[in-house]
């Protein structure tokens, strides 16, 4: 009998002990859900990509990013384009990796969720710090005669393609020095010029090359 006693005490003993584990859980549970946050020391602005730099291209990508329950993304889909898949690829590439979040609690759990964030592309940004593309300084004796008694002077953005023997297979013009000579001379001296190529592998390949053409009459700048 007393033996049968001892079992209900221990019995008793542990349905409490369970019983009050249960309501510390329910207790600790009884906080408010947590919105999904963002740790704003990692919404840091994308590094503007280089060519988008020279061609000047600008925009905002909307992305959606799904946000794992320890708050880091696990994809970044483009729902709005900025105009230029290069931006969009950016964004959503430097978003994966270096934003964060503090992830939703709900019902006491981190969940994972999806939110959409917008990356704003504004060459102003990349102007002072952005990387510059090289400047050719134009010789005077190539300096077309029609601009050279008009005096006119400017600097041409060109976009030349280097195929894998170093010859210049395409010209386009990013940006015009607003003297339509000094742009179609660019162009025409362009095609002449022979570049070491890239290589990938130790294979050259096709590379476009930006840079600018500089025309000056001031033999000191």
């Not at 079992?7 to 906080?31: H, P």
């Not at 994308?46 to 799904?66: D, H, I, K, Q, R």
């Not at 880091?72 to 931006?87: D, E, H, M, Q």
């Not at 294979?203 to 840079?211: D, S």
Request: charged content about 20%; hydrophobic content about 45%; aromatic content about 6%.
């Amino acid at each position: 009998m007393q033996c049968f006693r001892q079992i209900q005490i221990v019995a008793g003993a542990l349905f409490l002990m369970g019983a009050s584990q249960a309501w510390a859980a329910d207790a600790a549970c009884n906080a408010p859900d947590a919105p999904l946050r963002p740790i704003m020391a990692t919404h840091l602005i994308p590094p503007y990509p280089e060519v988008s730099v020279m061609t000047n291209e600008a925009g905002t990508t909307l992305l959606e990013v799904a946000i794992g329950a320890d708050g880091v993304p696990t994809g970044a889909k483009v729902i709005t384009s900025s105009g230029s898949l290069r931006l969009d690829a950016a964004a959503a590439d430097y978003v994966k990796d270096t934003w964060r979040w503090n992830a939703p609690v709900k019902n006491c759990q981190p969940i994972a969720v999806e939110t959409r964030v917008s990356v704003k592309w504004d060459l102003r940004d990349a102007r002072d710090t952005g990387p510059q593309p090289p400047s050719v300084n134009m010789d005077i004796k190539d300096y077309p005669p029609g601009a050279k008694q008009r005096h006119e002077q400017g600097a041409v953005g060109l976009m030349v393609v280097v195929m894998p023997n170093g010859a210049v297979a395409i010209t386009s013009i990013t940006n015009s020095s607003g003297f339509p000579e000094l742009d179609r001379k660019s162009e025409e001296l362009a095609k002449t010029w022979h570049f070491t190529p890239a290589t990938l592998d130790g294979r050259a390949i096709m590379t476009p090359v930006f840079l600018v053409s500089v025309w000056s009459l001031d033999p000191k700048k």
